[in-house]
Structure formats: C-alpha cells, structure tokens
C-alpha cells in the first residue's frame, strides 16, 4: 500500500502542475503521515544532510566550467577543428556535428549546454549548404544527449550519490558506450542523407588542419587532465570538477581571450542559477529517497517483479522499458532521483553491477531527453534552430531509434561495458 501511496501522491503533485522538487517534498510529507512518523524537522535535516555531500560539490563547478568554456571560445575552436578535418566529406557537417559532441562532452557533461553551442552553429551552415533543416536539428538533439554519458558527467554524479555507487567507475564505464552512441549516429547519419542534394566544404589543406589543431590544443588538452588525473588516483571527481573550472577561467581569459573580467558576474550568476536548481531538487528528492527505504517499497516493487529477478536480462529489459516511459515525461535528473533508490535493491538481489546497470540506466534517462512529449534537448534544438518542435521530433526520430538499438544492445551483451571498465579502473 505503501508504494501506491508513493506513486500516487508524486503523480498527482506533477499533474497539477506542482513542480519536481515540490512535488518530492510533498510526496515525502504524505508518505510520513501516512506511515505515522510526521516531523517537520526530518523533513529539514535530510534536505541539508542529503546537500551537504563532499562529492556534489563537483556540480557547480563542472556547470561554471561549461558555462566559461561555452563563453570563452573552447567550444567554437573546437567546432572549427573539427570541421577542417572532416569538413569535406559527403555529409560532412553532419560528423563534424557529431564529433564536436563527443569532444564537448568530455568537457561539461551537460546535454543542453553542448546542444545549445553545436545547433546555433552548425545549423546555419547546414541549411546554407542544402541539409534537410529539421533532420539536422534532430542529429543536433541526438549528439548532444551523448554529454551526460561520456565523463565528467553531472548525471554519474547525482546518480552515484543517490544510489552509493563509485563515481570514478561510473565515469570509466560511460566512456565506450558514449563513444559507442557516437559511432551508430555517423553510420546513421550517413545512410539518411545518402539521396540528399548537399554542398560539401572544400577539403582544407594539411597547413589549415594543423593551425586549426593547434588553436584548439588548449580544448582538446582539457578532457586529457580531468579524465587522465581521475584514471589514475591523481583526483576525485570533485576535486577534477574544480580543475576544469580553473582551466577554462584561465585559457579563456589569458589563452584565446575571448572571455573578459566583465563577463565573469554573467557567467557565475547563470552558473549559479543551473546550480541551485539542480541542488535543490538533489536534496528534495534525498528526503524522499529516505523514506522510500523507511518504507521499504523496494521490497514491494521486489515482490511484484519476483519472477524475473533470477532472469537478469530480462529483468534489464523490463526495467528499462519502465525508465524510457518515465522519461519521456520527466527531466533526466528527476527521473534519476526517483527511480534509483527504488531499483538499486532489486539490482543488487538480482546480482547485477551496480555500475552496468547505473550506465545503462543514465543512457535511457539520456534517450528520454530527446523523447516526445517533454524531451528537453529538443525543446532547445527547437528554440536555437527555429525549427517548429514538431519538425525537430520528425528529424530526430532516425537517431532516437538508433541509440534505443544501442540501449538494448549493450542489455543484451553486458561485456561491452564490463570488460573496457575493468580495464580501465
């Protein structure tokens, strides 16, 4: 009774409008007063207990380091180097899209930040040279939900803190499933665009390509330090998180110069604002996790899906089906502060790795972004582009199948994360 409670308070506060982290909050209230235990003062101390954690420190400093290196010019030169490599192939655009994903990603870890950068750049030039204007904006939406997979990653971060589970190794384990998403949506791309009448850029001469590599070297080195410092003990995720927010202040400022002591109050404040969003729906959503194991509803859940828990792949599937219809009508933080502490003790009796399963889980939550009818990423191709939201969810829809087939995939052969992460921890 206790999990219909749940569901039904948290599904009713959001369908009135009521938003997430209020939501979570009341759902906790009721689920307290139902189970005879109301205290305000519980309701306070797991809110600033569940805030106050060493390791979520690195949000606002990977935010403020996507939000200084957007401003200081990494992501535009990081564009650009792509672009003089690969630039003149059929299609081209396309991969240069695709590729500057990947690499931004190594950097923020923030899917609508790295859309936003890549579909206000690209997407003029593509319609310039002859793309299908709404299915570039979905390529645009479908690169950028690769940000939160590849490390550093601020869903790894909130997931690893909501469902205890080691945030260096959920980091190593994103990076060839990211590369992976990476890789199906070139061959997709290039199939989709195989009959289209489009221009190519004129190849670049080898001297263009190293003065373009060279001028994003500073860029490109940014991923090597935080990824390479973390592999290897030098740092924690947190402390990596503040060393990127430092690299980017520095190279934007003193290096490409296109930052400006003048726009550091705009960058911190908007930094700030992403940052007490995201925290405050952390420690909302932390005061209801509580309670969930108050209230033991994962032995419920447990008792319902029974059957399957000796069956692990097929318990995958199910679980992840259930996670793609939560997503696509809630953000991919919420959607991860609710379900994970509801799914971790089934994971974990069903002797799955905790952190296969937390990457596989973040992917669906990814997917979820650029899935109808909320699909954030989409909301802001369609925004950046000017391409009406009902177009971008026709073009996308090639690259949303694609990395679904990837999704289940790695569920069905589970080595494709485990053996690169044991190699690289």
């Known amino acids: 009774m206790t999990l219909v409670v749940f569901v039904g308070t948290l599904l009713g506060s959001m369908a009135i409008g009521l938003p997430v982290a209020f ?47 957007n401003s200081g010019g990494l992501s535009k030169r990081i564009i650009n180097f792509a672009l003089t490599c690969v630039g003149h192939i059929r299609g081209g655009l396309g991969i240069v899209a695709i590729i500057s994903a990947i690499i931004m ?15 206000s750049i690209l997407i003029p030039m593509m319609a310039r040279a002859g793309y299908n204007v709404p299915r570039s904006a979905g390529l645009m939406a479908a690169g950028g939900i690769i940000a939160p997979v590849i490390p550093p990653s601020l869903a790894f971060i909130i997931f690893g803190v909501a469902a205890n589970v080691s945030i260096t190794k959920l980091f190593m384990g994103g990076i060839v499933p990211g590369l992976l998403m990476g890789l199906v949506l070139v061959f997709t791309w290039l199939l989709v665009v195989k009959k289209d009448n489009i221009e190519t850029l004129p190849r670049q001469p080898m001297k263009v390509r190293l ?69 405050f729906l952390v420690a909302a959503a932390l005061v209801s996790a509580w309670l969930i194991t108050m209230a033991n509803i994962p032995a419920e859940l447990g008792s319902l899906i029974e059957p399957l828990i ?116």
């Open 105 to 119: 990603a190594s950097l923020s870890g923030s899917a609508a930040a790295d859309t936003a950068a890549l579909a």
């Open 211 to 279: 003065r373009a590599t060279a001028d994003a070297a500073w860029a490109l080195g940014m991923p090597v330090i935080i990824l390479g410092g973390i592999r290897f003990g030098i740092v924690t995720p947190t402390e990596a998180a503040v060393i990127a927010a430092v690299y980017a202040l520095l190279v934007g400022l003193f290096v490409y110069r296109e930052l400006k002591f003048s726009d550091l109050y705009r960058v911190i404040l908007q930094a700030a604002k992403t940052t007490s969003v995201v925290m």
């Open 310 to 425: 000796d069956r692990p792949k097929l318990l995958l599937l199910v679980i992840m089906a259930l996670v793609l219809v939560v997503g696509t009508a809630l953000d991919l933080a919420p959607t991860i502060l609710i379900l994970s502490p509801v799914l971790m003790p089934i994971i974990k009796e069903a002797g799955i790795d905790p952190v296969y399963f937390g990457v596989l889980f973040i992917m669906n939550t990814c997917i979820g972004l650029i899935t109808p009818p909320v699909g954030v990423v989409l909301n802001v191709v369609s925004s950046v582009s000017k391409v009406p939201l009902g177009q971008v969810v026709w073009g996308v829809f090639p690259f949303l199948l694609a990395q679904i087939l990837v999704l289940i995939l790695l569920v069905l052969f589970p080595g494709i994360v485990l053996v690169p992460l044991n190699w690289l921890i």
């Open 23 to 69: 939501a979570l909050m009341f759902c906790g209230v009721i689920l307290m007063s139902y189970m005879g235990m109301f205290n305000t003062q519980i309701v306070a101390q797991q809110m600033i207990s569940g805030a106050d954690t060493f390791t979520l420190l690195a949000i606002p400093f990977f935010i403020l380091a996507g939000e200084l290196m």
